[in-house]
């Protein structure tokens, strides 16, 4: 008997579907099967678990059969709780009610988070391509997932600046962290006013290739205005999403010179100007004043005798 359950053991790990992906999940179970009171309760937990998987799997299955290593986490940690608990409580009734009961919870926590999973972080992409690296639910091997892929340009932005300024092109989608390998950033550019013009592919230089994101265009020119556009390829040369910019720059305003005020010329001859020193006027006032004091004393000696 033991040497049949023992070969039961084994076959626990062919039987996987998501949530028996998880090492300790699988231990767990295996753990929770040997500590079984007798060899028959064992190997009725055995065929409990069996019957279990099987609802696992079709409970992948109906969801796409992928899962990642963060859903993967967040699956085993609610379900490791929920058996700690149940393994540390008394058992009151049927052994195989309460064990049918736990892995039946068990089902319930991995539909919950693959729901989920499926429904709003398996494809985000809502433009673009996208390839993820992913777990096979099945086979518990990763593989690469190919998003449904929406149209491949993302937008096209106006972007305003001065001339002398800067301008901040930026084409990340939170999307893009979940790429396979290290795509790089491929920013081109169109000279020429935006929308004046039809441009075609012929009509690009390359500016810069980066791993960054967003590029900062400083010390802008107004000839340096245009359509940019930013790519994000791998080195096979498959592009995953692109924008355009469409970079107008204003130039400063031209500021008109005043011809300063001129002063009417003095006449022929005449040498007095305002900006005369002080010490020339000085002199003929007080020689005036002077004589006229001098007069003044004189007429006062003749009229009192």
């Not at 810069?208 to 205005?225: A, K, P």
């Not at 999403?241 to 005449?270: E, I, K, M, N, W």
């Amino acid at each position: 008997m033991q040497l049949i359950l023992v070969s039961l053991l084994c076959c626990v790990s062919a039987a996987r579907a998501c949530l028996q992906c998880d090492h300790t999940v699988r231990l767990l179970h295996e753990d929770f099967i040997l500590a079984a009171p007798t060899v028959t309760d064992q190997i009725e937990m055995k065929m409990i678990c069996d019957h279990a998987y099987v609802t696992y799997r079709e409970t992948s299955l109906e969801r796409k059969g992928v899962i990642d290593p963060t859903t993967l986490y967040r699956v085993r940690t609610e379900y490791q709780n929920e058996f700690d608990r149940f393994w540390k409580m008394e058992i009151t009734g049927s052994l195989t009610f309460e064990t049918i009961q736990i892995m039946e919870k068990g089902r319930k926590i991995l539909e919950k988070h693959l729901d989920v999973f499926i429904r709003d972080e398996l494809c985000p992409n809502k433009c673009g391509l996208l390839k993820r690296r992913v777990m096979d639910c099945f086979s518990c091997q990763y593989k690469m997932y190919i998003c449904p892929s929406g149209p491949q340009d993302c937008g096209e932005y106006p972007v305003q600046a001065e001339e002398g300024g800067q301008a901040v092109l930026n084409c990340f989608l939170p999307w893009h962290r979940l790429l396979s390998g290290r795509p790089e950033y491929y920013y081109s550019w169109a000279p020429g006013a935006p929308g004046t013009n039809k441009v075609d592919e012929s009509d690009f230089r390359a500016l810069v290739v980066t791993h960054d994101s967003s590029v900062v265009l400083n010390q802008l020119h107004v000839d340096e205005q245009g359509t940019y556009r930013c790519s994000l390829k791998d080195l096979n040369g498959t592009i995953f999403s692109r924008f355009t910019f469409l970079l107008t720059v204003a130039p400063f305003p031209r500021q008109t010179h005043r011809p300063f005020g001129t002063l009417p010329s003095l006449p022929h001859g005449d040498n007095y100007s305002p900006f005369q020193s002080t010490e020339d006027l000085l002199v003929p006032v007080i020689t005036m004043v002077t004589a006229l004091s001098l007069t003044a004393s004189a007429g006062l000696m003749v009229v009192l005798g």
